[in-house]
T-cell receptor, first 113, second 108 residues
Framework: DAGVIQSPRHEVTEMGQEVTLRCKPI?????LFWYRQTMMRGLELLIY????????DSGMPEDRFSAKMPNASFSTLKIQPSEPRDSAVYFC???????????FGQGTRLTVV | KNEVEQSPQNLTAQEGEFITINCSYS?????LHWLQQHPGGGIVSLFM???GKKKHGRLIATINIQEKHSSLHITASHPRDSAVYIC??????????FGKGTKLTVNP
């Protein structure tokens, strides 16, 4: 398997624009996670899914953020409208089942100007 | 106070030295993870442990549940070990809570 695949790797957008980040987990993995990493706050969990169902979205900062997992092989994280404070690296990760090691994608570096 | 505290924040070593990075946490956990983040940004899981000790190559991770403390050791350090090492704890759910990381630089 190619691992967890994220796209795009880099995104630069203007404040107010909609941004969509994409993730393809490892085939057969039941859990998918979205994390955000900033210098100030480090890594934080935004939301995670189990078998395509959102389980914990308590880390989603506000209503501007939404995440979907329409099937086992694809998830999106959308920010609308984007703000400069959303600038960060967003990681997607997947695990095979409960309490297993996580496999991370390469991340999407988002810059909102 | 953060749930997960790592020390030191920064560490510089000479090639060949024995390295120890510490992680303390304040909540009950089901597992603790050690992650490595390379300068390019990619994150790799090194260990997941809930008790005792695990070893992989030159890396050793230990955990003391009673003291709520874990250590990551690197023997015979090498410049390619230069990275940020992140400790994360997992409670009853799949949610991970992360430390701020330890930046390790190994000089040749």
């Amino acid at each position: 398997d190619a691992g967890v695949i994220q796209s795009p790797r880099h995104e630069v957008t203007e404040m107010g624009q909609e941004v969509t980040l994409r993730c393809k987990p490892i085939s057969g993995h039941d859990y998918l996670f979205w994390y955000r990493q900033t210098m100030m706050r480090g890594l934080e969990l935004l939301i995670y899914f189990n078998n395509n169902v959102p389980i914990d979205d308590s880390g989603m900062p506000e209503d501007r953020f939404s995440a979907k997992m329409p099937n086992a092989s694809f998830s999106t994280l959308k920010i609308q409208p984007s703000e400069p404070r959303d600038s960060a690296v967003y990681f997607c990760a997947s695990t095979e089942r409960r309490h297993r090691e996580a496999f991370f994608g390469q991340g999407t570096r988002l810059t909102v100007v | 106070k953060n749930e997960v505290e790592q020390s030191p924040q920064n560490l510089t070593a000479q090639e060949g030295e024995f390295i120890t990075i510490n992680c303390s946490y304040s909540v009950g956990i089901s597992a603790l993870h050690w992650l490595q983040q390379h300068p390019g940004g990619g994150i790799v899981s090194l260990f997941m442990l809930s008790s005792g000790k695990k070893k992989h190559g030159r890396l050793i991770a230990t955990i003391n549940i009673q003291e709520k403390h874990s250590s990551l050791h690197i023997t015979a350090s090498h410049p390619r070990d230069s990275a940020v090492y992140i400790c994360a704890v997992q409670g009853g759910s799949e949610k991970l809570v992360f430390g701020k990381g330890t930046k390790l630089t190994v000089n040749p």
